[in-house]
């Protein structure tokens, strides 16, 4: 699992589609995930901490879970099917030692870790599949360091490391 941020919401420049988008805690991979309007509005009157009069929707799901005994502890994207994404809102209650998962759209889910301060994690397999690299210098300065880590390399190498591999076994 890898923690993410929410970065901000963008519009979609083809369809007008809000999205929301994560960045990893090191500013190196993004994941954009397209929403709805109503959960992008949610995601930004909180990200900008424009105040409303009555609570939305994503407030009043933490007002109940809070008023039944939950804290919300973290959410996580865990899934990804066809460009649908999956997430999980994990909730806690002290008093009765138990945890609660509740199935949920990313979007809802991201609305809602934001409101209660929570961690956002995404599974290794989701960000294979939705990742953008943010950091082009990072990963050429990477992929420079492996070129020349390999360009050295013999097979003889490779015996002399399983023969101290093996030894140190035994």
Same mark, same amino acid.
């Given at each position: 699992?890898i923690?993410?941020? &929410?970065?901000?919401i963008?519009?979609?420049? *083809?369809?007008g589609?809000?999205? &929301?988008?994560? =960045?990893?805690? !090191? =500013?190196?991979?993004?994941?954009?995930?397209?929403i709805?309007? $109503? #959960?992008?509005?949610s995601?930004i009157? *909180?990200?900008?901490?424009?105040?409303?009069?009555r609570?939305?929707?994503? @407030?009043?799901?933490? =007002?109940?879970?809070?008023?039944a005994?939950? +804290?919300?502890?973290? &959410?996580e994207?865990? @899934?990804? @099917?066809?460009q649908?994404?999956?997430?999980?809102?994990?909730?806690?209650?002290?008093e009765? =030692?138990? #945890?609660?998962?509740?199935?949920?759209?990313?979007?809802d $889910?991201? $609305?809602? $870790?934001?409101?209660?301060?929570?961690?956002?994690?995404?599974?290794?397999n989701?960000?294979?599949?939705?990742?953008?690299s943010?950091?082009? +210098?990072?990963?050429?300065?990477?992929?420079?360091?492996?070129?020349?880590?390999i360009?050295?390399? *013999?097979?003889?190498?490779? !015996?002399?490391?399983? *023969?101290k591999?093996? !030894?140190?076994d +035994?």
């Open positions: 699992m923690e993410m941020r &929410v970065m901000g963008a519009l979609d420049t *083809k369809s589609s809000p999205i &929301v988008v994560l =960045n990893d805690l !090191e =500013n190196r991979r993004a994941l954009p995930i397209w709805g309007s $109503a #959960e992008a509005s995601i009157r *909180k990200i900008e901490n424009i105040p409303s009069l609570p939305m929707t994503h @407030d009043l799901f933490l =007002n109940f879970s809070e008023s005994g939950y +804290q919300i502890t973290k &959410v994207i865990n @899934d990804v @099917d066809e649908t994404y999956f997430s999980t809102i994990f909730m806690f209650n002290d009765l =030692n138990k #945890e609660v998962q509740v199935d949920a759209r990313p979007s $889910a991201i $609305a809602i $870790a934001i409101r209660a301060d929570v961690p956002i994690f995404v599974t290794e989701v960000l294979a599949t939705g990742v953008v943010t950091d082009t +210098q990072k990963d050429e300065e990477e992929a420079a360091e492996f070129k020349n880590f360009k050295d390399i *013999k097979p003889s190498d490779f !015996e002399k490391l399983m *023969k591999n093996f !030894e140190s +035994q």
